[in-house]
Each structure stands twice: as structure tokens, then as C-alpha cells.
């Protein structure tokens, strides 16, 4: 029992933090907590929260994705570029892509013998010059009606939050699935897995064509907002996601973390940067702010789980 | 029921294996024995499918085996428990045993229902604990025990057990033994690998020894005995495994601890390590004998006074330690004693970096001193290494012991503690350990040093304090120091009066 | 038994292992291929412009290969060419040159002492930490310049960038210098022997008593003090700074010191590598530009160039 209480003391913690920032920004924002409200912040947190949940899937494997951001570019200019003509299909394309980048990913990861971020780091020069080849200027168009439906809302109901809503559900059916199981079960002892006869290559392809998955929906998300593609908007998005999924618990040595933290942490990331710009402080300082509590944060963590471990 | 036949393996060039052939029947149980780096790991990861062999076969009910992975191995029924854990310790012990296998219900992997199909299997290894606590949080032994659990899934015909007791104590010895029993009378066979002979001859049929990668005989149980297993292994006689005590010196004490406190894990030791001595910490597995040599080798924040040559001492980190002349071998061999996966010539170069890159040459490393540093250690300690240049890892696990021993005797430390200093280590080596601490105890230096094995510690040392629950109990030596002992102080916690 | 060397004794298998020397061997090959079958690449002036805008990377390279030979990794050296550039290029118009090359160097490697200290005191891993650092960086180099740096000819750093001695690049030679330092640091020294213990395992070092404190601050410092060197020389190459100038070796430094032959896990390479890691990918670089090749359809080609090189000879043999 007493396992199961630290286990959520982290996230106990990431969200009475959540909530500290939640209660500062309605001093700034009464309107917080209206449907509109809740709309606005939605959309604009979609991104960042998959793109975490990508980030965070690929960690649990054991591995770090440094190709998140172009390929999240990627999924957004196809999506951009193909909306007109049918959005569903445009969107089945998008993931399809993006899905596809994550599998290559994981393929070199699984036969080639490369550590993840050696093959993230060169597929991110690989995946960057694709979106370009597709997409050289900032262009396409995504339907009026979708881009307004999404950013104020569809008959009063926030579509970003029910979008998130469901794919985290999705994600909690995924995993207790045997393919769940065993993406811990590889990345929390890659070798025990493979020794007990598990497939640990398909497992790992699957967990970063999975990644690839959320980050598509990500980029999905993007183009609807912005209404259009942009190649280089992704670039932000490697580094906030790892950060969100650190904050959240995630291990860099895989097979240790919940989803729930890292949406937590994404969250987090994004009010603060949102309370920032109310602050009527520069922008600029907003990049001084961002380093210095990540720092912070998981310094933080780092020394509670280290006093729980020695007590 | 299988065979290996002919088979042959090498690594980078060195023959691990040559021509091996033996065979397990239906309903038998096999021990392989041979010293460390005999082959008998590489033998078995052919069988469980981890490696290939580079000529000759493995042939399974009659048929020789193709496409040999973990998985199609067991899928035949071939489930193996290793001395190196496979959990993952941050599942549930559920979650592990099913790895792979896990029951669904509606095609989802429920924490409950996996927790019901497990508990059988629990029972079946007499493990007490629930199943939905993380591997991780479990003791070794427990873990160990989990893993056969976990082998027993896929209901083996042939079960695998390499070192699988390493950790466990004599009531958990038992419950293997008794899966052991259940399997050999199901008709089903097990291989077993160990150190501890005494296992070997009370569960065996039949005991096949593999020397230098060669297999010298399979014996029938009934027509051998220990010496002659021994032989086989070592090829030669084994005589004086233990080196002749010395008369007992009168130099006063070197190091002196007093109500020695680690948090959690032991309190209010008091010890005295004087030059000449080697003492023993002896009691069952984790009374907190690891921590009072992690907290003198300054591994553990701890409380308490401990002396040095009569002067305050407290040793906040490694290096404090090693400056002050106190020398740590620890437990974890591969994780904290060596680094494997360096050279022989780095490790035995690393803690003398401040004689051999004096401040006077810039810190520059004096190649020509550090070569004959390192070759006078290979030479004085007989590590077998086909050069100073090989990688530890590729070393047995006697000559890394040697080597993680090795690389301290050039800074001459006043006092040397040693964790577990032959667990897992052949017979030859062991001696050879034994007798070199004894000559280094002769030469000045004060010695600790912790061991689960009764027989080492009485065998070795001028006295051997025995720890139960974080504190020393008993204290024991001359002729009070019997393994009877310190067996009955160490399970009943309370001074033993003969 | 003992005594017998085993590289003495299989040279050819010494080879194939020294990922190093494959390096400088791929390098050779990829140049002559340039020589022979693209234009412009066989005039000494075309080499001599190659080593000059190659030393940029390469200064930077190398304090990535110590950090990364220790198994850190160092994110915030972007952001420390570009805050070294700047801070020189804005003290030098009010202070004078030497005052603003000082300054710059100091800041720099004050960066380092921030990230060693956060990763060792504050046990925040290395790519979040100095993924912060840089961050923080970008930041303040947004206030101090009010997002408009200034440009600066510094006469001194003018010539380091594009000055000659017997027909050399001087900044090539800078890096040569450099380069044997660090080659000594890494290969000959004390710190250097700790640095691959660690690299290799840090539990292990802890317990033999390597100054692991000490070792990080040190190479750390030296990482970041030689992005800095790199963003002065690269002000003198240029003569204005930018907020955004050192971005592309970030991840170029790092590919360097892989594509050189150093395990990105840590504890094993050479730091020569890393020379011919710089090279290649500059030469890559250049070649690519030659073709008159869309920004995008270059990048992919870098992307699985280096992805074909690191399977050529950068793989993790799994044990």
C-alpha cells in the first residue's frame, strides 16, 4: 500500500502545481473556466500534449526522439496541403505519414544498432528536408469552417478537449493491451524481454510507429489552428516535449512513466507560458522563465525521490 | 530428450567451446559443473536459443533444432531461470511471470486477472507476496524466485537453472528443490548449474563437467563423490583450500568503529580491525552487512564514530576513503568493482592515477610506470588475460575479481574490505583469493570482509562477527568459530553458548 | 600469456575496430570522390576555404567529444557561440577588442560551471540541463540585445577568421592547436583517464575514487569554453553577430563527434575522430551545395548520408 501512495505522490504533486498555476492565471483570466475559455486553451495545448504523449511513448521504450519536430511539420504541411480535397482523407494520409517516419525510426533503432538518438538526430535532418521538398513555403489551406469549429468551439462544445479526451482513453485501452504490456516490459528490461522470448524489434517499431501516430494527430492539430502548413514551426516541439515528459516522470532509461504525468507536465509548460505573456513581462524573458523552471522542476523531483529513496 | 552434439562456439577469436556433446534424458536432472569460464553459460544460451553455434547441433525429441531464438525455444518448452535476473523491476511481479504470455480478458491485461492466474504459481514456489507489488521492490531472492515462477509459465519439459540458488536461503533452496521433485516426476527435465556442490549431489542423476570448454566425463551420481568431481573440474588435486592461520598478533587495532548507524539498514556496530586480522562479517543474507562496509568505504551516509589509527575518520565519499588509506571491493562486481567494459590496463591504471600522473609531469600518465605497474599486477595476482589490453568484460568472473581486487594493492591501503569476494567464483580462484588476502593480512593490512558462505568465513578468518537485523549478535573465534556457530547465531540472532 | 598484445597481434582486427581511423578513411575517399567527379573541388583555394569554414564546427566539435566521451551530451553550445558572438561584438564597441574577447570567454565558460553544477549538484540529467541552459541563453541574448544584435569588425578576431600563415587558414591552424590540447586533456592526462572511466560507467568510478565532481566541471567547462572560441571566430568570419548564428552546431557538433567514431554512449573513441567527423560533414555539406540541390531535397540527403555512414562503421556492438 504503502508503494502505491509514493508511486502517486509525483503526480500528486504535478498536479497541486497545475493547480497553484491555474488558480494565478484566473487572478489574470476570471473568464478562465468558461466553455470559451476552455476552448481557446485547448487548442492552443493540443500540439504540445501529443506531442508529448509521442515523446513520452518512444521514452518508454528506452529511447528519445530527437525527429519529433520535423515530423510533426511533416504531418501538418501533408494535412495542409491535402485538407481542401477532403479532410478525413487528408487526415488518414497525415497519420499514415507521420506513422510510417515513426516506424523508419524505430526500424534503424531495432536492426541497425544505433542508440535512439544518434538515428533521431540524423532522421531529423531526413524528416526536415522531406517537409521542405513538400512544403518549400509556408502554404496550404485547411476548410474555414474545420479551423473555426476547432479554435471557438462547435455548438459550444470544445472539440480540441474532447479530441485529447479521447485519445488519452484510447491510449489507456492501448495499454492494457499485450502490446502495452510488453512496451514496458521491453523498455523497463530490453534484454529479460528478449531472453523471455518477446519480439522486442516489432515491439519497439510499434512503439515508435505508435509515437509517430500521436505526433501525426499533433501536427493535424497544428495545421487546424494556424489554418495552414508551416516546414520549420515544428522545431519547438523536440525539446518542449521531452520537457513535458521529463517533468511528468518519465525515465530517460525507459520502461518508468504514466501518461497522466506527462500531460500534467504539458500542461504545466504551457500555462506558464501563458502566464507569463499576462504578466506584462516581455516576451523575451518568457525563454529565461521556461529554462530556469525546468531546471528548477525536475532538480526538484530529482532530490524528493532521493530523499524518499535514503528515508 | 535433448542433445547438444559437436558443438563449438568462439568469441573475438578465443575458443569458448570445443566439441561438447552431452545429452539430457526425459525425467532426469542434469548438473552441468566446471569452473568459471568453462563454458557452461555459453552452453546454455545455446540451448535457451541466446547465441548460435558456430559448428555442431542441438538436437530436440530426435530432430536438430533450426532457427533457434528465445522465443521458439520456449515455445518448445524450454524455460530457464539465470543468475543474472530478467525482470523487469518496474512491473509487477504478475506483469513478469506472464512476460509475453500475459492473460487477457476481453483482450485487455488486467492487473486482477493477472494477479489470480499468478498466484499458483507463487504458491508453487513457496513465494508469500503479493502479485501486484513491482519486481523491483523485492528482495534478490525473492526476485529469484520469481523468475522461476515465470519459467514455469510455459509448463517446461526442460527447465534451466543456472545459479538459480545463488541468492536464495536454505527454506527457498527447498522450494526449488520441490519444483525441482514435481518436475523430474511429471517426466519433465532440468539442468542445473551451481556452485554449491552440495546442491548438485543432493537433486542430480547425473553430473557432466566441462573443463576449458571441453567436457572431461558424465558421471552417475551414485558412482562419484565430491573429490573426484573436483578433479574432473579443476584437473588436479585441490589440497589446502584455505591458507594456515597465524599465530595471533598483539599489534593494536587499526580501525576501530563504534555504534556504526546506516539509516534503515544497520545500527550500533562496533568493530576492530587490526593489521594482521582478517574479520569476518557473517549472519544471513542482508542483516546489514553490505552497509557497514559501504559506510566505511564511504558508499553510506552514516552515523557513529569511526577511528583511524586513533584518530577521528569519517569517510563521506570513495575518495575520502581510499585517501585515508581504506580500500573497498565491492558486492556488485560488473556494476561498482570493475568497469567492464574498459581494458584490464585502465582499471589496475585507475586508482594509482595520482602516482602515475604526478602533478610534477603536468598529470600527464607515465605510460612506461603504468605498463609496469599493470604487468607487475597481471604477474603477481595470475590474471588470465590474453593481454593488458583485453576488456574486463571478456574476462572470467574470477579474474575480474582478481583485477577489481588487483587495482588497489598499488595504493597500499591500511585497510581492505571485501564484499562477497568469491561469490560466483571457481574453486582454483577461490583458494587463490583466499590465500593471497591471508599473505596481504600477513604483510600489515587489516581485513574485513563479508560472506553469506559459512564455510569461507570460518575457513578464513581470526574471527567473524555475525549480524542479525542491523546488529552485531554474536562474536566468534579460536575454537568458537565453527560453522555450527555461526549457523545457529546467525539464523537464531542471539549469542550461541555451545 | 600475459605479456602477449593482441594488437600488436591482429592488426587487421585493430583496424576494423578503431572507428577513428575508418573516419579519416571515409573522409579520404568521400574528397577524392569530390575531386574527381564534382566541380570546383580540386583547386587549393576551394581545400583551403573547406579547412577555414570546417574549423568553426570543428572547435566546437571537440569540446562536444569530451563531453560526450564522459557520456553527457551538451545542447547549450548553440546558444554559447551566439552569446559569445554577441556579448564580444557589443562590449567591443564600447570597451575595445580585448576587453570584449575576454569577456566573451568568461561568460562562456561560466555557462559550463552552470551546466556541470546543475548536472552534478542538482542531478538534472545533461540533455535537459543544458537544453536549459541554452534556452536561458537565447533568452538573455534577446534582453542584453533588445533582439537586435550589433555587428562588429574586431580587427583581431578579423584576422584569426580569415587571416593565413604560409598560405593556411589561420582559423584551421587555431584548431589544430586546440585540437592537440584537447588530444593531450583526453588521451595523455589524468582528467583524461577519468573522463573514460566515467564514460564508461559511473557507479564503478564512484567506487575507485575518480573526482567525478571535478571531471565534470572541468570538461564541461572546456565544452563550453570552446563554443564560445567559436562563436568569436566565427564573429571575425562574418563580422555581425546573430541571435540565431551558432543553431546549426548544435546538432552538427554532435553528428561530428559520432560520425568521428565516439560512441555516443560514452568511454570509447578518439578525439582525432572527430577532426575527420568535422571534415566530412562540412565536406558533405559543400558537396551538396554544389548540386544546386533544393534546401529540402539537401536536407534529406544529409539526413541519410549520415544515417549511411553511422551504419558503415558507428554501430553499438550489442552485447
Redesign the interface.
Known sequence: MHERISEHLETVGLGVLLVVLLIAYQAYDPSLLTPASITILSAQFLSLILAAMGQTTVMLTGGIDLSLGPVLALAMAVFALRADHGVVLAAVLALLVAAAAGAVNGAMVAYAGLPPIIVTLAASFLWGGVTLAVLPQPGGHVPGGLVKAYNNGWNGVAVPAVAIIVVVVLWKLGKLTRFGTALYAVGGNEHGAYAGGLNTRAIKIGGYALAGVFVGLAGIGLAIQTGSGDATIGTPYTLNSIAASVLGGVSFFGGVGAMRGTILGALIIGLLTNLLLFTGMSPFYQLILQGVILIAAIALKTLATDRRRTA | MLSVEGVCKSFA?NRVLHEVTFDVRAGEVLALVGENGAGKSTVLSLI?G?QTPDSGRIVLDGEPVRAWS??R???AGIG?V?QE???????TVA?NIF??A?P?RG????GRNLAEHARPLLERVGLDVDPR??AG?LPLGQQQLVELA?ALVSRPRLLILDEATSALDDDQVQAVFRVVRELREANSSVIMVSHRMAELFAMSDRLTVLRDGQVTATRERAETDHDDIVRLMIGRELSNLFPDRPAATEAGPRLVARGLTV??ACHGVDLELAPGRIIGLGGLQGQGQREVLRAL?G?A?HAGTVELDGRPCRSR???D???RGIA?V?E?RK????????SVR?NL???N??T??PASR????ARGAENRLV?EL??RLR????????QV?RLSGGNQQKVALA?WLPTRPGVLLLAEPTRGIDVGTKREIYHLLRELADGGMAVLVTSGDTMELVGLCDEVAVMYEGTVVDRLSGPDLTEERLVRASVTGSVAHA | MTTASSTTARPLAALRDNRAAWAFGVLAVVWIAAILFAQGFDSVSSFRYLVQTASFLGIVAIGQTLVVMMSGIDLSVSGVVALSAVVCAQTAASHGPVAGILVALVLSTLVGVVNAAGITWLRVPPMVMTLATGTIISGALLVYTNGAPKSARVGLLDSLANGKVAGIPLAFVLWLVIAAAAYWLLHLSRTGRYVFAVGTSEPASRASGVPLTATSFTVYAVCSLLAGVAGLVLLGFTGTSSLTMGNPYQLLSIASVVLGGTSILGGRGHLLGTIAGALLLTLITALLAAWNLSEGIRQVFQGLLIILLLLAYARERRN
Open positions: 577469436g535457451t541466446l528465445p522465443q525455444a520456449r515455445s530457464s539465470h535476473l530478467s525482470l523487469n523491476p518496474h512491473q506483469e512476460l509475453g500475459w487477457t483482450g485487455l491485461v488486467l507489488t513491482k521492490r515465470k539509516p534503515g568505504g558508499l551516509r565519499s570513495p575518495r576513503a581510499i585517501r573497498y565491492p556488485d556494476i561498482e568493482g570493475v568497469h567492464v567494459a574498459q585502465a591504471a585507475l586508482p592515477l595520482r602515475l600522473a603536468l598529470a600527464t600518465v604487468d597481471i604477474r590474471v588470465k588475460t590474453s593481454s593488458p589490453a583485453q568484460r587495482k
